[in-house]
């Protein structure tokens, strides 16, 4: 896998905007990284199962990466896992409840590699590479746990300028009335202070007006 094609691989699962892309797109990277014919990513949490893997991938890998998961202690592993020619390496996730394992199916000496990957790697570079894939989740996870908190905030930060904003139109129709009832008398004595009063009441209605339009339901 030359340079460009990694940064453009990295880039795209930087662009992830859930955990269900991730999983697709760390299996499909990993496939390519490594050579494997055999991929699947794994996270479970309180919202369900993320689940990617490589359109070889086989019901006897998916059923030991689900076993792992089950079987970790701690939500973190130590090591990579082996079973033959399987590997597996747990994933470290920013939130407590939720739980990751990467897994793949090695090639076997003289096979050759998926997807058009060199073939030759060895046993310590393919776990660094896991090592690496793991981690690689880890930072998209924690990239789209901040996301979402930063986007809850700003629907709150909203939500309580939408509140004051309401809140204002009781005593801004509360004056326009009361300018309303005065103005005979404004305009008697005074008629330009009944206009300027008026065009002060119109652009205080005209501010609140256009900040709740800008506050409004965003698709």
Do not use: Y
């Amino acid at each position: 896998m030359n340079e460009a094609a990694l940064i453009q691989a990295v880039a795209a699962l930087v662009a992830c905007k859930d955990l269900g892309d991730v999983t697709i797109g760390v299996a499909r990277f990993a496939q390519r990284l490594l050579g494997a014919p055999d991929v699947l990513v794994l996270l479970r949490g309180s919202e369900g199962e993320f689940l990617g893997k490589s359109s070889d991938t086989s019901g006897e890998l998916e059923r030991w990466a689900s076993e792992l998961l089950t079987e970790q202690p701690d939500g973190v592993g130590p090591g990579v896992q082996r079973d033959g020619e399987r590997r597996a390496v747990f994933i470290q996730l920013p939130e407590p409840q939720l739980r990751g394992v990467l897994a793949v199916t090695l090639p076997a000496d003289g096979e050759p590699a998926s997807d058009g990957a060199a073939p030759g790697l060895t046993e310590d570079d393919a776990s660094a590479n896991l090592g690496a894939l793991a981690e690689l989740v880890a930072s998209c996870a924690a990239q789209l746990a901040r996301c979402t908190q930063a986007d809850r905030m700003l629907q709150d930060t909203r939500a309580l300028v939408a509140r004051g904003l309401h809140d204002l139109c009781t005593p801004l129709n509360s004056l326009r009335l009361g300018m309303h009832l005065l103005e005979p008398a404004l305009t008697t004595k005074d008629p330009a202070v009944a206009q300027r009063a008026h065009r002060a009441v119109d652009r205080m209605a005209a501010l609140v007006t256009g900040m709740a339009e800008a506050l409004g339901p965003k698709n």
